[in-house]
């Protein structure tokens, strides 16, 4: 245990040491603004004449602002304490039923992301069925389903909810779509991969029992590739939370990570915009999580962990 | 999903030894006469094949050993029906080997074990009995009746990598097995396992052979396996592959594993080393 868990903690401490080293050179300025408007006396003494002084410079000539940079309201960069403290604030510290509570915006996100994931999923698993079993779905939707994914989801994701709106369809679905398209891939790619795994002996020895397609497929490809979905499934779910996500920021949303995202960015509040992207890390790593687990349990019951 | 007339096509394939009744010379299994396979490829014709003929009579113990690209491997395929010849007549139990292989004709053992590592050595044994629809309860008794016949009875519910490379290879033997096919093909089974293992699985071959009965195609490249198992030891030759010797096996159908040192044991394995000699001098 010690052993997985101390390298990360490393990781994680070094990452935490440079945002906080980062966070005084970032916000100096501001804070130097806020100090002066406060009665502090701070060098040089006009806004324009900061300008011109380094970062560093001038929180070396002040340091008494320093402390300062850590406790603005509305930070360039905002410090992990102020981040932990707004998603403390916005997810325990506030009703679930809250236009403000983290939890209800997640849950719109979260939603939208694993119905887009069904159905990416569901997409991706069947495209693969095909391109393995037919020579012209081999030639003709790979190369498509690759193409697809090289159009910028940015500029695509307002072109489909427009689109689906004018058609009277509206809320979780678009979003959803938008998921699908995103996740979809990762599955296509490694079911295909997967399915075809099996070595020609394996498939040799099917043909010595006359064995048809549709058994090869049952008792040889499919749990063959179990091991390559799972590793898709990990790819397609956070890809699936990046699209609901990406699905909420053009349409101004008005739930959502993405809306939060939006609406901190709009109104100045970047510890609201920091809180939702971390909300929505945090929530990828919980999903990812999940399907490790997932992972773990079923290919150790299928006799192929080690 | 199963086609039910599938196990009725086996019972044919067992009933023609019946046929044959005590004391009429055994019949011929397979038959092969001047079988050529040419494999195109990039670089023009490769002549795998050439005029191989062979009679295999049931019950006999066939070993095919040469160099590598003698064909050994791509003739036991013809039989199985994987490869299809591009010249000559060849009939495993009087029919095409494409029509033997979807009656079920035979029981194929490969280099590797290719076990399923997401079955137990249970689940894998049942394998071809469950492609062929066998009813459950003739799987149950069928698995348990060929994993005691390899050694194995005990082991039904571990999985594949819990086992050893000399018990994963018994396996698929019992594999095999399971379907009760009269012929037993095999493609270098024990080449990857070290030579302790290896003479012990010999000598388990060698009395599963005699209570079966079987009609047994084993590829080899070892001269001691092959003079050891065989009734009959076909020694073939690269570019083009062909046959150079066929040997009749004198040793008696008792073999214990001493039976190597004997002259006579010795003198066969002579022979087979000229007939490898020969084929190399021409190249």
């Given at each position: 245990m010690m052993r997985s868990v101390l390298p990360i903690l490393t990781v994680v401490s070094v990452l935490l040491g440079i945002w906080v080293l980062s966070v005084v050179p970032m916000n100096i300025h501001l804070a130097a603004d806020q100090a002066q408007r406060d009665g502090v006396a701070v060098v040089p003494d006009t806004p324009i004449a900061r300008q011109d002084v380094g970062a560093l410079a001038l929180a070396l000539r002040n340091?008494?602002?320093?402390?300062?940079?850590?406790?603005?309201?509305?930070?360039?960069?905002?410090?992990?304490?102020?981040?932990?403290?707004?998603?403390?604030?916005?997810?325990?510290?506030?009703?679930?039923?809250?236009?403000?509570?983290?939890?209800?915006?997640?849950?719109?996100?979260?939603?939208?992301?694993?119905?887009?994931?069904?159905?990416?999923?569901?997409?991706?698993?069947?495209?693969?069925?095909?391109?393995?079993?037919?020579?012209?779905?081999?030639?003709?939707?790979?190369?498509?389903?690759?193409?697809?994914?090289?159009?910028?989801?940015?500029?695509?994701?307002?072109?489909?909810?427009?689109?689906?709106?004018?058609?009277?369809?509206?809320?979780?679905?678009?979003?959803?779509?938008?998921?699908?398209?995103?996740?979809?891939?990762?599955?296509?790619?490694?079911?295909?991969?997967?399915?075809?795994?099996?070595?020609?002996?394996?498939?040799?020895?099917?043909?010595?029992?006359?064995?048809?397609?549709?058994?090869?497929?049952?008792?040889?490809?499919?749990?063959?590739?179990?091991?390559y979905l799972f590793a898709s499934l990990k790819i397609g779910i956070s890809a699936a939370l990046v699209g609901a996500i990406v699905g909420e920021l053009p349409t101004g949303a008005r739930a959502g990570f993405g809306a939060r995202m939006l609406v901190g960015d709009q109104y100045g509040q970047p510890l609201v915009t920091w809180a939702a992207l971390f909300a929505a890390a945090i929530t990828a790593a919980v999903l990812v999580g999940i399907f490790s687990v997932l992972e773990r349990a079923s290919l150790k019951r299928m006799g192929m962990a080690r | 999903m199963i086609s039910s007339t599938d196990p009725r096509l086996l019972g044919n394939t067992l009933g023609e030894g019946l046929l044959a009744g005590p004391g009429a010379a055994p019949p011929t299994v397979i038959a092969a006469k001047s079988v050529d396979l040419t494999f195109q490829t990039g670089d023009g014709p490769v002549h795998a094949l050439k005029d191989v003929s062979l009679d295999i009579k049931k019950g006999e113990f066939v070993s095919f050993i040469g160099p590598s690209g003698c064909g050994k491997t791509t003739f036991l395929r013809c039989i199985a029906g994987l490869e299809t010849p591009t010249g000559g007549a060849l009939t495993v139990n009087g029919m095409s080997p494409e029509d033997a292989r979807k009656a079920r004709a035979y029981g194929y053992v490969f280099q590797a074990a290719g076990l399923y590592p997401w079955r137990t050595i249970g689940g894998n044994v049942k394998l071809p009995l469950e492609i062929m629809g066998f009813s459950?309860?003739?799987?149950?008794?069928?698995?348990?009746?060929?994993?005691?016949?390899?050694?194995?009875?005990?082991?039904?519910?571990?999985?594949?990598?819990?086992?050893?490379?000399?018990?994963?290879?018994?396996?698929?033997?019992?594999?095999?097995?399971?379907?009760?096919?009269?012929?037993?093909?095999?493609?270098?089974?024990?080449?990857?396992?070290?030579?302790?293992?290896?003479?012990?699985?010999?000598?388990?071959?060698?009395?599963?052979?005699?209570?079966?009965?079987?009609?047994?195609?084993?590829?080899?490249?070892?001269?001691?396996?092959?003079?050891?198992?065989?009734?009959?030891?076909?020694?073939?030759?690269?570019?083009?592959?062909?046959?150079?010797?066929?040997?009749?096996?004198?040793?008696?159908?008792?073999?214990?594993?001493?039976?190597?040192?004997?002259?006579?044991?010795?003198?066969?394995?002579?022979?087979?080393?000229?007939?490898?000699?020969?084929g190399h001098a021409d190249d």
């Open positions: 340091t008494a602002v320093v402390p300062m940079t850590y406790t603005l309201d509305r930070p360039r960069l905002p410090g992990p304490q102020q981040v932990a403290a707004e998603l403390w604030k916005t997810t325990v510290g506030t009703r679930i039923s809250s236009k403000k509570s983290l939890v209800y915006h997640g849950w719109v996100t979260l939603s939208a992301t694993l119905l887009g994931f069904g159905i990416g999923t569901t997409l991706g698993i069947s495209l693969a069925v095909g391109i393995v079993f037919s020579r012209t779905m081999d030639l003709s939707v790979m190369p498509w389903a690759i193409a697809s994914q090289t159009i910028p989801i940015l500029a695509l994701a307002p072109m489909i909810i427009v689109m689906l709106g004018s058609l009277g369809i509206q809320g979780l679905l678009p979003k959803a779509i938008i998921s699908a398209y995103l996740s979809f891939f990762p599955v296509v790619v490694g079911m295909v991969k997967g399915l075809r795994s099996p070595d020609a002996m394996q498939l040799d020895l099917l043909r010595t029992y006359h064995a048809s397609a549709s058994q090869g497929f049952w008792k040889l490809r499919l749990p063959a590739s179990m091991p | 459950k309860a003739e799987q149950a008794e069928r698995v348990a009746r060929v994993l005691e016949l390899v050694d194995l009875a005990g082991f039904e519910k571990k999985f594949p990598w819990q086992l050893s490379g000399g018990m994963q290879q018994r396996a698929s033997i019992a594999r095999a097995l399971a379907f009760d096919a009269d012929i037993l093909l095999m493609d270098e089974p024990f080449g990857a396992l070290d030579e302790i293992v290896r003479d012990h699985l010999n000598e388990q071959l060698l009395q599963l052979w005699a209570r079966t009965e079987k009609t047994i195609g084993f590829v080899t490249h070892s001269i001691p396996e092959a003079v050891y198992l065989s009734t009959k030891i076909v020694v073939m030759s690269p570019r083009p592959g062909r046959i150079a010797d066929v040997i009749e096996s004198t040793l008696p159908r008792e073999r214990p594993l001493d039976i190597r040192d004997t002259p006579e044991f010795i003198a066969i394995a002579h022979r087979v080393r000229d007939g490898l000699r020969a």
